[in-house]
C-alpha cells in the first residue's frame, strides 16, 4: 500500500531592519525560524504571526508555485474564491537588481492578470481577502497575504516612561527570542521596572508575570499595563526573593545611577534567576559572560544592539 507524505505548507516571509538592529533582528530569526537570511526573504514551515515582530513586513502561505508566469496563472485558474471579495498584491524581492517584472506598470498589469484568472470578485478598496504573487528563489509563488502590523509603535504612547528602559521595538524582540513558542510558556520579567517587556508579551497573549524591588515605579506599571486593556501579577519582590518556578526570565539588568548595583549583586541576581527558571534572556550594557558563567549559565546565543554610540546585548542563556 502507497503511504502519502503528508503536504507541507511553506511560508514566505520578508523583513526589514535598521543596521543598527540587524544583529537582533538575525537573532529573533534564529529563535523563532531556526535559521536566519541575509537577503531579507526567508522561507519556512514555521507559522508565524507577522505582526510578532517588529522586523517581520508581510507573510505569503504559498498555494501555488511555478518556473514562469504563465504556468502560475494556469494553477490559479482552479482557485474559486466563494463568500468573499479579494484582491492581489505583487510583493517585491526588494532586489537591486532592474529586473523587467520589477518596474511599476508591469507589477500592476501581473497584479491584474492574476486577478482576472481568480474565480471570484475582485475589490481594490476593501477586500475581504488579500493573495500575494512573488518572484523569489527562481520561482513564481503565490498565495495568502498577510501584513504585519508595528504592534510595538502604539505601545509607545503609555503614561509613563523611563529614559532608560528599552524601547518598544527592541523589547517586542527581546521577548520573541526568549519565547519563540508561548504555548504552555510561563514567563517571568523581574526587573520590570515600568513594564515595556510586559506589555510587549501580554500584546502576545504570553502568561507573563513581573516584579521589582523599586516600589516607586509599580504604581505606573500597573498603570501602563492597564492603559492598553491587558492585566498581569504585579509584584513588589527583590529577584533574590521569588520562588516561584518559571520556563522563562527576561531579566534587563538595572544600571543607570538610580540603580546601582555592585558585581556581587548582579551574582546573586543571576544565581537567583538560575534556580527559578529554566531559560534566562539577559540584557546588559556591560559585558557579564564570566558572571553569566559562574552563575551556572550556559550562554546559547546573543546578539548587539546599537542606538549611537550606546550599545546593549541580548544574551540568551540556559
Not at 502507497?2 to 507541507?8: L, N, S
Not at 520579567?189 to 523599586?214: F, H, K, W, Y
Not at 518556578?245 to 546601582?260: G, Q
Request: glycine share 6%; with cysteine.
Amino acid at each position: 500500500m502507497e503511504i502519502k507524505q503528508e503536504e507541507r505548507t511553506t511560508y514566505i516571509y520578508t523583513f526589514a531592519s535598521y543596521e543598527d538592529e540587524r544583529s537582533l533582528c538575525a537573532l529573533e530569526m534564529r529563535s523563532l525560524f531556526g535559521n536566519e537570511s541575509q537577503t531579507g526573504i526567508l522561507e519556512s514551515e514555521a507559522k508565524i504571526d507577522p505582526s510578532r515582530s517588529p522586523f517581520i513586513k508581510e507573510r505569503i502561505t504559498v498555494m501555488y508555485e511555478a518556473e514562469n508566469f504563465q504556468h502560475l496563472l494556469n494553477q490559479v485558474e482552479t482557485l474559486q474564491v466563494k463568500g468573499e471579495t479579494f484582491k492581489v498584491i505583487y510583493v517585491k524581492t526588494g532586489s537591486p537588481a532592474k529586473t523587467k517584472e520589477a518596474g511599476f506598470e508591469n507589477r500592476r498589469a501581473m497584479e491584474k492578470e492574476i486577478g482576472l484568472h481568480i474565480n471570484g470578485i475582485a475589490d481594490i478598496h476593501h477586500p475581504n481577502r488579500l493573495f500575494a504573487v512573488m518572484h523569489v528563489n527562481g520561482r513564481w509563488v503565490f498565495g495568502d497575504y498577510v501584513k504585519g502590523e508595528s504592534v510595538w509603535f502604539r505601545h509607545q504612547q503609555k503614561p509613563h516612561s523611563y529614559s532608560t528602559a528599552l524601547n518598544t521595538r527592541v523589547a517586542r524582540a527581546v521577548v520573541n527570542i526568549a519565547i519563540p513558542d508561548p504555548c504552555g510558556i510561563k514567563a517571568i520579567d523581574p526587573c520590570c521596572g515600568i513594564g515595556t517587556v510586559l506589555i510587549e508579551a501580554l500584546s502576545m497573549g504570553i502568561d507573563i508575570a513581573g516584579s521589582d524591588r523599586n516600589p516607586l515605579v509599580l504604581g505606573g506599571t500597573r498603570e501602563n499595563i492597564a492603559y492598553f486593556g491587558y492585566s498581569c501579577e504585579v509584584k513588589l519582590t527583590d529577584i533574590r526573593d521569588i520562588t516561584n518556578h518559571y520556563d522563562v526570565a527576561i531579566i534587563d539588568l538595572p544600571y543607570n545611577l538610580c540603580s546601582v548595583i555592585t558585581p556581587a549583586e548582579q551574582l546573586e541576581m543571576l544565581q537567583s534567576a538560575r534556580k527559578f527558571a529554566e531559560k534566562v534572556v539577559v540584557v546588559t550594557v556591560e559585558p557579564i559572560d564570566e558572571t553569566l558563567i559562574k552563575a551556572g549559565f550556559a550562554i546559547k546565543d546573543r546578539a548587539v544592539v546599537k542606538k549611537g554610540t550606546f550599545k546593549r546585548e541580548v544574551i540568551v542563556c540556559k
